[in-house]
Nanobody, 126 residues
Framework: QLQLVESGGGLVQPGGSLRLSCAAS????????IGWFRQAPGKEREGVSC????????YYEDSVKGRFTISRDNAKNTVYLQMNSLSPEDTAVYYC???????????????????WGQGTQVTVSS
């Protein structure tokens, strides 16, 4: 059974860092696109970043460029989202998701992704 499990969320002060993990089981990531999305209260789910695992191409939403980095660990079948210089505007539930297709439009459409993790809360506050 294909499953994604996020971890690494928590409370951090403005300017701080967190690393989110998305561990996959039931399938290998090689031929998938993994996306990170976030949803703040009262807002729609938005795509933050994705990695196309067949060739390593990455995408970042404008507000996180230069602050967030997406990466993978083949041995652990895990994708990471390193988040630096966090601000209160980054507060949200963060989800990872998988799709077997390559996104061709931005912002990332959540409807393109078939498999979702349960989400992990990120709160940026002093």
């Amino acid at each position: 059974q294909l499953q994604l499990v996020e971890s690494g969320g928590g409370l951090v002060q403005p300017g701080g860092s967190l690393r989110l993990s998305c561990a996959a089981s039931g399938f290998t990531l090689d031929y998938y696109t993994i996306g990170w999305f976030r949803q703040a209260p009262g807002k729609e789910r938005e795509g933050v970043s994705c990695i196309i695992l067949s060739d390593g191409s990455t995408y970042y939403e404008d507000s996180v460029k230069g602050r967030f980095t997406i990466s993978r660990d083949n041995a652990k079948n895990t994708v990471y989202l390193q988040m630096n210089s966090l601000s209160p505007e980054d507060t949200a539930v963060y989800y990872c998701a998988a799709t077997g297709v390559v996104p061709t439009s931005t912002p990332l459409p959540p409807t393109l992704f078939n498999y979702w993790g349960q989400g992990t809360q990120v709160t940026v506050s002093s």
